[in-house]
Every structure is written in C-alpha cells, then in structure tokens.
C-alpha cells in the first residue's frame, strides 16, 4: 500500500499542475461556441431547399480547366474539410491551382423526412454540377466524394457518366456486407423502417451514441485529459476544440434516405452487386469509365477499408488508382499526413488529367 | 328489401355459412346504430369524444406497459453485456498490471494498458452478433414506446382541433411530391436551353 512516504512527487506534482490547466482553460482558450469554421474564404453560388454550393476563391491563380466538386458525407457538417488553415482539404487544392466547389447538404428539419436517395444524387447534385458547367461553359467536372458523400457521388457518376471527367472516392461506403466497423453491425440489426416511421429523420442523438461506441475509453476518457494536460499548446488546443465543435455539429438525416440507406447498403448491399435503385434508375457501377482515384484508409473505423476497396474494383474505368495510407477515416483528409502525402498524392493524379 | 345473401340461402343451403355472417353482421350493426342514438343524447355531444378519447389514450397505455416489459428485459440484457466486458476487462487489467504503481511513469503505464483492454474488449462486444441483436430490439421497444406516445398525442391534438402526425405527414409528402417535380422539370428545362445554345 501506498503511504505518504513513498509517494512519487511527480504524481503530486502532475495533479496539482492538472487541476491548475482545468482552472485556467476558461481563461486561455475559446469556447467551442467562438469559433468560426468558416476558415478558407468562399461564396454561396447556389441555395436550394437546405443545401448550398459553396465557391472557393482562388488562392493563387487557377492552373487547370476542370474544376472540383466536393460531395462531403451526410454525417457531420463539410467544415471538417476546411478544419484549420494548416490542415484545409480544400486551402491545398486552391494552392496546388484546382477550382474547387462544394455541396453543403445543410440542416434538414421535419419537413424533410421525405427526401430520398434520389432527390440527393438526380436532384441536389445534379443540380450543382449543371451550374457549375454553366457558370464555366465547360461539359465535364471532376467528382470527389467522402464517406457516405461518396456513396451518393458514386450513384451519381453511375447515372451521369457523361458529366463527370474525373472521379475521386475518399473512403467510400460501398460494400456494406464487407465492412467490419461497429457501426455496420448496429446498421445491420436496425429496424430502419420503424425509426423512419416513428421519428421521421434520424436523429443526431443516434449518430451520438455511434459515435460512443468508437472506442469509448480512449475517445470518451483520454482524449479530454490530454486536452487539459496540452492546455498551454495554442496549436493543440486550437485543433482539438474545431475537431468537437465540428464533432458536436450533426445534423438529423432525411428519413427516407436514411431507410434506403441502412437498408440497401448494409443490410442488403445491393450497390455492389449493382442492384440499386436511385429514382427509376438501376446504378450499374461498371458504367463509371472514366479516371477514377480511390483513397482509402488502413486504421478507418468508421468505413473499413474492406468496405470502400471493392468499388476500385468494381467500375468499368481502365484509368484508376487505388491508394491505402497508414491513418484513419479523419486523418485521411484533415491531418499533417494528409497534407504532405495524401493531397499531393491525388493533385498530382487529378493535374494529369485535368 | 331483401339482401343477396338471404336470398341465397333459400336457394342454395350451401350458403348458410354467409347467411349466418350477414344475420350477424346485420344485427351487429343495428343494434350498435340503435344504442349510439341514446348515447349521444346523455353524453351531450363534445363529452362523448371526450369519453372515445380516454378510452383510445387508455388503451394506449395499456400497451405502454406490455412495451415496458420487453424494453426492460433488453435494456437489462444490455447493461448485463457491459457490465460483464467490463468485469472481463478489470480481470485482465490486474493480471496484465497487478502491482500498485509506485510514481508517474507507472501510473502512465498502467493508464495505457487499461485503456487498451478495455477499448479492444468493448470494442469487440460492439462489434458481436449478440450485442447487435440486443441492441436492436432494444432500439425497436423504445421506438415502440414512442409511438404509442405519438399515438397518445394525436389524439390529444385532434381532441383541440388541432392535425395529428399523419396529416402534417401526408403535407410534408405532397410539398416534397410538388418540390420534386418542379425542380426536376427546371433542371429538365435548363439542359435542354444549353443543348440548344450549343
């Protein structure tokens, strides 16, 4: 047992120096609530219903003739994709010369539940691209997709062929039956039917306890000790509080594409036995022919790798890349790896080819 | 007048199956058509819904507590799977580390190694068959649970005037049926001015 005299000095010494950075963190860091993710300057070119087409401004002047179209996920906002200036997704496609545009697919209330697979991928994105290609009077766009953002741009690419010249896919939901994520396994024991029709959208306090089962300890416990411990780190800190503001930040998804969703992907995985529907429309994967750059990462435990890899090999293109990096599903586009080899990476790919 | 079914039965024994469910159904609606006209004289009109009203809310609760029993055998069943990965996990943390920690790096050390174990051990009851299952009948029961609070609900919206769930349901459907078709013809439209300009 453990007596006064033999204690460490150091423990004393670290409580003490714990307590003081929990007293102080009011006085040395903003509340989440102060700060604007809004990092990268752009402007809202398109609003329809809820969802809003974002403009990126040049950073330096534009270097390639076809610009990107970033469909972010359903879950959680896009701002992950701008989180900081040192770690913008999008701040290093501006400075490697690309134009890049993304949908914001909004807040959707009540009154949304109906909206389905096929009002995101023949309406909402359909939409974004013909402005886009009418604002530039160019034919073709390049498509980047991420997460479930994917899911909806690979239906759409299937559909559209024509209108799409390059296709990027960042950790894509694609195999549901393949995925061996937690979050598969709660989707595929759900009762997606009876949540629609008891509760509309799906709630983000359901997305919340997804979240939680994520590695409880170390995301739910350390995480937040670590945040106290580095309380004087400006960069650490600054970092960690846009990560859970964009966290906290989940927005319900629309019923009907949410039961179409856990259904059709992981329940009876009918996009990659090409036996999905969008609208009237069956997606036949093999009519995606054009460059196709797929990203996925080892250490993702939101989409597994075995989740996101067969779609690399179930297009018609001749023209794709499969890349696997050694970090997880955020770390893969908002971290330092993702700046020095992940978006260099894939510039170069889409350069070529835009 | 005399009804197909009774005629029937004159003709054809064979029916005497139908005749009997039209003589039933017949004197079941009669009667009830005869009885309701006292009624609605003594409940002095709004009072009758009101009385049809506590009987749907009542009913309502009834099955809120058949509910409750199934959501409380899952929900035990899930907090029995936590508290047993937890149980597991504390085991293999006092094996793994089963002396005290003496100073700071220790403390660290052992912080690490519980963390690990329990995150794999979690981890891996998140990922089971039997916590999937669980977890999903736990999900339905409580969505059970809130229908009959939706169900409760509307009646007590109707009762005031007010639209139940199902009709502002049916709007919303019929705004997103309009919305659809119109933004669809737009983009429709649209296409076709820039194929012409082309």
Known sequence: ?354 | MQSKSSKNVTKDPANMTEYYKHLSLFWTDIIHLMSSKPQALTSIGPMRAFAANSKKIAVELIEINENLVGFNQYMTEYYKQLSETWRGSQKKVNQKAPKIPQDAEQIEAVKRIWIDIFDNDFTELFDSKKFGENYGNLVSKELELTKHWNNITNVILQSVNLPSKEEVDEVYKEIHTLKKRVSKLELKLKKEKRKNVN
């Not at chain 1, 609003?47 to 610009?67: A, G």
């Not at chain 1, 559209?160 to 950790?171: G, L, M, Q």
């Open chain 1, 1 to 354: 047992m453990l007596t006064e005299s033999n204690i460490d000095p150091k423990i004393i010494e670290e409580i003490l120096k714990f307590s003081k950075n929990v007293i102080d963190a009011p006085k040395l860091v903003s509340a989440p609530d102060e700060i604007n993710l809004e990092v990268t300057p752009h402007e809202v070119v398109q609003e329809i219903d809820k969802t809003r087409l974002l403009h990126y401004k040049p950073l330096v002047e534009t270097k390639y003739q076809t610009p990107l179209l970033i469909s972010y996920a359903l879950i959680n906002r896009y701002h992950i994709l701008d989180i900081h200036p040192q770690k913008s997704w999008v701040r290093n496609l501006l400075e490697q010369g690309f134009e890049v545009y993304m949908l914001d697919w909004g807040t959707p209330t009540s009154m949304d539940k109906y909206l389905d697979f096929d009002d995101y991928v023949n309406g909402y994105l359909d939409t974004s691209v013909e402005y886009i290609k009418n604002q530039l009077s160019i034919e073709q766009i390049s498509l980047q997709g991420y997460c479930t953002g994917a899911t909806i741009a690979t239906a759409y690419t299937a559909l559209h062929p024509e209108n799409v010249k390059n296709y990027i896919a960042t950790a894509p939901v694609i195999d549901g039956w393949k995925d061996t994520t937690v979050i598969s396994n709660l989707a595929k024991h759900m009762d997606a039917d009876k949540m629609v029709d008891t509760i509309g959208n799906m709630p983000p306090e359901f997305m919340y306890y997804c979240f939680s089962v994520l590695k409880p300890f170390e995301q739910g416990i350390e995480k937040y000790v670590k945040f106290f411990k580095n309380i004087d780190d400006k960069k650490y800190v600054d970092n960690f509080l846009r990560v859970e503001k964009w966290l906290g930040d989940t927005p319900p998804i629309p019923g009907e594409l949410f039961k179409q969703w856990i259904k059709d992907i992981y329940q009876k995985n009918l996009l990659i036995q090409n036996k999905m529907y969008v609208g009237e429309e069956l997606i036949d994967l093999k009519k995606i022919d054009m460059p196709m750059f797929t990203q996925v990462a080892v250490g993702d435990h939101l989409v597994s790798p075995e989740c996101s890899m067969p779609l690399h090999y179930a297009v018609g293109s001749e023209d794709k890349t499969l890349k696997i990096y050694p970090t997880g599903h955020v770390g893969m586009i908002a971290s330092s790896l993702s700046q020095k080899k992940v978006l260099p990476e894939m510039g170069r790919w889409l350069s070529e080819r835009s």
